[in-house]
C-alpha cells in the first residue's frame, strides 16, 4: 500500500503560492493552489512545472479566495487537471470575481511586455488568460462548513471557519488509512473580525499545518475591545479633518474584505454621530462585485457571519457610491472635497487609486489613509514611512497630503495563532509550520516547541513528510 504522505510545493518559506499536496491510498489531493505573487524572484515559478502532473491529480480543496491560495488553479486546469475544485459559496462567489480579474492582468502584462520588447520569450504569453480563468470556475463544488464531504475512497473533508474573508475555511483531512487527521490552518483571520466570525477551534488532530504570516509579532493596533477603540478614534479624525478644511481622503484598499472592513468603521463612526455622512466613493469594479457578495450574506444570515449581523444591511447610515466605469473614475478627479474615495490596489501598485493619489497627493487638506499591510517597495510602504515624493505614472508627485495608517489586519498574530494551535484536543503529535517568511515561520516554530512542547517544523519547498510516523 502506498505511504499517505504531504509534499510542500508552495507558501513553504514564502507568503504566496499555497499548494500541499496529499497523496492516500485512495487518490492525490491538492489542498490550495495558489499563485506566486510579489517579488519577480517568486512570480517565475508560476512559469514552473509542478512536481506532480495536474492531470493526475483527483481533486482540489481551496481553503478561500485570495489569489495566493486559488489563483493557479486556471493554469492547474491547461495543465490537464480534471477533479472538481471543492471550496464553501463564499469562496466560490469571491472565486468567480477574482480569478477572471487575474486573468485580464495576466494579459495586460503580456501585452505591455510584447510593446516594450521586454520579455525573455516571444511574444510573451500570459500565465492565462481571462477566458481560462471562467472555464476554470466550472470545476467550483460547493461545500457547507462543519459538513464532511468525502473526496476520494478513504479521505473526507470538513471546512471549519477561519474568520479570514468570507468563505475563508481551515479544513480538517480526514483519512482511514492510515488512521490520521491533518488539519490544514489556511489564512487564519483575527477573533476581532467585525462582520466574520472567529476561527473555530481545532478540536481533534493528529497533524496540524498552520500559517505563519504574522509567527514572530503581535499586531500593536487598538482594536476594538470595547475599551479602547483606536481604529475608529483615528478614522474619526481623519474624516473630521476633511470635513473640515474641505479635503478628500483616499483609502487604498484590497478589493475583497479591507473594503468591507474600512466601510463599516465608517458606517459605525456616522451612526454614532462621530463623523459627519460625507459622499463615499467605492472606485474599484472588483471592490464592488465583492462588496455585492458580502452584502448578500450578510442578509442572507450566513451562517459566518457575526449573529447580530445577520438578516441585516451591511450599512445603515452610509451608502457608498460603486464607480465602476473609468469615466466615472476620472470624473472623481474634478470633484471637490469633502469626499471619501476607497480604491484599489491595497499597496498602491497599480489600479485606480494611483490617478487618485496623483490628484489629490500635493494638497495638505487632503489626507492617505493606510489601512493593511504594505509590502516593503511598495509605494504603500513608501507613503507609510514618511515619503516626501511618490512617483506615479512616470511623474515625480510631491506628497503635501497627510498620511495617516492604521492596522487593518485580516491575520491572525503569533498570540492568536497559538490560541488557535492550543485549541486542538488532545494535542497533536506534530505542526508543521508553512505561509510564512522564515524568520516568521523559525519564531512559531520556536513558540509552538516552547510553548505546548509539540514537535513543530518550518517546511521548505518540495519537503515531503510521511503521516503516521513521527518527525
Ligand atoms: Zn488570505
Not at 257 to 266: G, K, Q
Request: hydrophobic share 40%; with cysteine.
Amino acid at each position: 500500500m502506498k505511504t499517505a504522505q504531504l509534499t510542500f510545493i508552495g507558501g513553504a518559506g514564502t507568503v504566496t503560492g499555497s499548494k500541499t499536496l496529499v497523496e492516500t491510498a485512495g487518490g492525490l489531493v491538492l489542498v490550495d493552489c495558489g499563485l506566486f505573487q510579489g517579488e519577480k524572484r517568486y512570480r517565475l515559478q508560476n512559469w514552473d512545472p509542478l512536481p506532480v502532473d495536474p492531470a493526475s491529480i483527483d481533486a482540489v480543496l481551496l481553503t478561500h479566495a485570495h489569489l495566493d491560495h486559488c489563483g493557479y488553479l486556471p493554469r492547474l486546469v491547461n495543465g490537464g487537471f480534471r477533479g472538481p475544485v471543492w471550496c464553501t459559496e463564499g469562496t466560490r462567489r469571491l472565486a468567480a470575481i477574482v480569478l477572471p480579474d487575474s486573468g485580464h492582468l495576466q494579459e495586460e502584462e503580456a501585452e505591455w511586455a510584447n510593446r516594450m520588447g521586454f520579455s525573455r520569450h516571444r511574444p510573451a504569453l500570459p500565465l492565462y488568460t481571462k477566458d481560462e480563468a471562467v472555464a476554470s470556475l466550472e470545476r467550483f463544488r460547493t461545500v457547507d462548513f462543519n459538513t464532511p464531504t468525502p473526496i476520494v475512497e478513504g479521505l473526507r473533508a470538513t471546512w471549519h471557519r477561519a474568520g479570514h474573508i468570507l468563505g475563508a475555511a481551515s479544513i480538517a483531512l480526514d483519512l482511514e488509512r492510515p488512521a490520521r487527521r491533518v488539519v490544514f490552518s489556511g489564512d487564519l483571520g483575527r477573533s476581532l473580525h467585525p462582520l466574520l466570525l472567529p476561527p473555530e477551534p481545532i478540536g481533534a488532530a493528529d497533524v496540524v499545518v498552520t500559517e505563519s504570516t504574522y509567527g514572530d509579532e503581535p499586531h500593536h493596533d487598538g482594536t476594538l475591545t470595547g475599551v479602547s477603540d483606536g481604529v475608529g478614534e483615528v478614522m474619526a479624525e481623519v474624516v473630521n479633518r476633511a470635513a473640515r478644511y474641505g479635503g478628500v481622503v483616499v483609502i487604498p484598499a484590497f478589493a475583497v474584505d479591507r473594503t468591507e472592513v474600512v466601510l463599516w468603521h465608517l458606517d459605525r463612526l456616522v451612526a454614532e454621530g462621530r463623523v459627519p455622512d460625507l459622499p463615499v466613493f467605492v472606485d474599484s469594479p472588483m471592490a464592488c462585485r465583492a462588496l455585492d457578495v458580502y452584502r448578500s450574506e450578510l442578509e442572507a444570515g450566513s451562517p459566518e457571519v457575526r449573529p447580530e449581523l445577520r438578516g441585516r444591511p451591511l450599512f445603515g447610515a452610509i451608502d457608498p457610491v460603486p464607480v465602476v466605469t473609468v469615466e466615472e473614475s476620472k470624473a472623481l478627479n474634478a470633484r471637490r472635497g469633502p469626499m471619501i474615495v476607497v480604491s484599489a490596489s491595497g499597496m498602491a501598485t497599480g489600479g485606480r487609486v494611483l490617478h487618485h493619489l496623483a490628484r489629490r497627493l500635493g494638497d495638505h487638506r487632503n489626507t492617505i489613509l493606510i489601512v493593511g499591510f504594505q509590502a516593503p517597495g511598495t509605494r504603500g510602504d513608501a507613503l507609510r514611512h514618511g515619503a516626501r515624493q511618490l512617483k506615479l505614472h512616470g511623474q515625480v508627485h510631491e506628497v503635501k497630503a497627510k498620511v495617516v495608517s492604521i492596522a487593518l489586519s485580516a491575520h491572525a498574530d503569533q498570540s492568536e495563532l497559538l490560541r488557535w494551535l492550543a485549541s486542538a484536543e488532545p494535542r497533536p503529535e506534530a505542526v508543521y509550520v508553512n505561509h510564512g517568511e522564515p524568520d516568521a515561520s523559525a519564531a512559531l516554530v520556536a513558540a509552538v516547541t516552547g510553548r505546548f512542547g509539540i514537535d513543530a517544523v518550518a517546511v521548505t519547498p518540495g519537503q515531503q513528510v510521511r503521516l503516521g510516523e513521527r518527525l
